[in-house]
């Protein structure tokens, strides 16, 4: 039990669809990181935020989106779907923003199918 | 290509018996980190080193870095049938972006046969 909890669990979405996946963080916890994972791969840094700022960015297009709010939650946007989107998609929060001293807890993930 | 590079890909082993599993990096290492997941779960933490030489341990797994190979290794003693699942290392690998993130390999499977 990591005190990340991420919903909803599954979620099956078509082509072109838009898609909003939530994430509650430890409490205290202010660096909030998002990542998909394809199935047999290693998780693929989208994002991360600090105290409701964006904070680093992987190599993903703009079409992914993100907020942090300060009761600890936060939120992945994904917009115009498309069939490559299929994957699991984990959050991670820790305490401070540097992530080579930091641990990252992360939650039960997302599987988000697309159609 | 990943920019952490694990090995095995895959393992099978037999309940009781010892198994070491690699994580080399093609870049200098600043914090490696270890976690372990079951099929379509999130990871659970094992382990963080962060020097060169550190060992940690916990319960029958022990994993160590050695910062000059910029690779480290996961050992587990007496596997059981608990150890199985995927185990993943991750690092924050500065050069390979400006931003803060963490690389992860591709994973280690492990399967223990009773």
């Known amino acids: 039990e990591t005190g990340v909890t991420q919903s909803p669990t599954h979620l099956i979405k078509t082509r072109g669809q838009q898609v909003t996946l939530r994430c509650s963080s430890q409490?205290?916890?202010?660096?909030v990181s998002w990542y998909q994972q394809a199935l047999g791969q290693g998780p693929q840094f989208i994002f991360q935020?600090?105290?409701?700022?964006?904070?680093g960015r992987g190599n993903f297009p703009p079409r992914f989106s993100g907020l942090q709010f300060p009761n600890y939650s936060s939120e992945l946007n994904v917009n115009a779907l498309e069939l490559d989107d299929s994957a699991l998609y984990l959050c991670?929060?820790?305490f401070g923003w540097g992530t080579g001293t930091d641990t990252q807890y992360f939650g039960p993930g997302t599987r988000l199918t697309v159609l | 290509s990943q920019e952490l590079e694990q090995s095995p890909q895959s393992l099978i082993v037999q309940e009781g018996k010892n198994l070491t599993i690699n994580c080399t990096s093609s870049?200098?290492?600043?914090?490696l980190y270890w976690y372990k997941q079951k099929y379509g779960e999130g990871l659970i933490f094992l382990m963080m080193?962060?020097?060169?030489?550190e060992e940690k341990s916990h319960e029958k797994i022990t994993a160590k870095l050695d910062e000059k190979k910029q690779q480290s290794s996961l050992h587990i003693t007496a596997s059981q049938p608990s150890h199985a699942g995927t185990y993943l290392c991750?690092?924050?690998?500065?050069?390979?972006?400006?931003?803060?993130?963490?690389?992860f390999g591709a994973g280690t499977r492990l399967t223990v046969k009773p």
């Open positions: 870049k200098t290492l600043y914090g």
């Open positions: 935020y600090y105290r409701e700022e964006e904070n």
């Open positions: 080193l962060q020097k060169g030489g």
């Open positions: 991670a929060s820790s």
């Open positions: 991750g690092a924050d690998i500065k050069g390979f972006g400006d931003n803060n993130d963490m690389r």
């Open positions: 409490s205290g916890h202010n660096t």
